[in-house]
């Protein structure tokens, strides 16, 4: 008789993110990253509720700042506009989804996820690493990934390596580090 599979919330909104992350590499099916991405965020939002998250909790309120007062269930609305296109189909079944950057949307939120589940977990796995070295270097304009970067035992040396590779060159050597790593939470 076949072992009865278990997993915990934590390990699926993980699992979710990883597999999102090969596709964001990829640069393929962004529609299905961004599927995985959105279930990931539900979880760790949902769980945020039973174990605060500081990155959580900064973001909702810098976006309750911004939202006029009285939108914000309209901000969420559109902010989960791509997610709910795919999840519900049969309200709109000949709708099309358009005006969203769905790429750069999956890298945001692959940063944010990662992010999320480091501070939770106070360690990456090696994928999880992968991706946000991936949005690191990708988005280096609103996100300072050197000074993150800087917190971490990597030399000034080896970041400015990795750094003035070229987009493409980076990307297949974290591809072929995807792969060799597998998944080790």
Same mark, same amino acid.
């Given at each position: =008789?076949?072992?009865?599979?278990? @997993? ?5 909104? @993980? ?7 090969? *596709? ?18 539900? /979880?760790? %939002? ?28 309209? %901000?969420?609305?559109?902010?989960? !506009? ?13 709708? @099309? ?13 692959? *940063? +944010?996820?990662?992010?999320? @589940?480091?501070?939770?977990? &106070?360690?990456?796995?090696? !994928? +999880?690493?992968?991706?946000? &070295?991936? &949005? ?12 993150? /970067? ?6 000034? =040396? ?6 003035? =590779? ?13 792969? !060799? ?5």
């Amino acid at each position: =008789m076949k072992k009865a599979y278990s @997993i915990d919330k934590m390990n699926a909104a @993980i699992l979710h993110v990883e597999a999102a992350t090969l *596709l964001v590499l990829r640069d393929e099916h962004h529609e299905a990253a961004h599927t995985l991405l959105s279930a990931a965020r539900r /979880v760790l %939002w949902d769980l945020s509720t039973e174990r605060p998250s500081e990155l959580i909790e900064k973001l909702k309120n810098a976006v309750v700042k911004l939202v006029k007062p009285g939108h914000e269930k309209e %901000w969420i609305k559109y902010q989960n !506009r791509a997610a709910n296109f795919f999840k519900h189909a049969d309200r709109d079944p000949d709708e @099309i989804l358009s005006g969203i950057d769905l790429p750069a949307v999956n890298q945001a939120e692959l *940063l +944010l996820l990662t992010m999320v @589940i480091g501070e939770y977990n &106070c360690r990456l796995s090696h !994928r +999880l690493t992968i991706a946000l &070295c991936y &949005c690191g270097f990708k988005e280096p304009g609103w996100f300072d990934f050197r000074a993150y /970067v800087s917190k971490s035992d990597a030399s000034e =040396m080896e970041f400015d390596y990795y750094q003035n =590779m070229s987009d493409q060159k980076r990307t297949e050597l974290l591809l072929l580090a995807y792969d !060799r790593f597998g998944h080790d939470n």
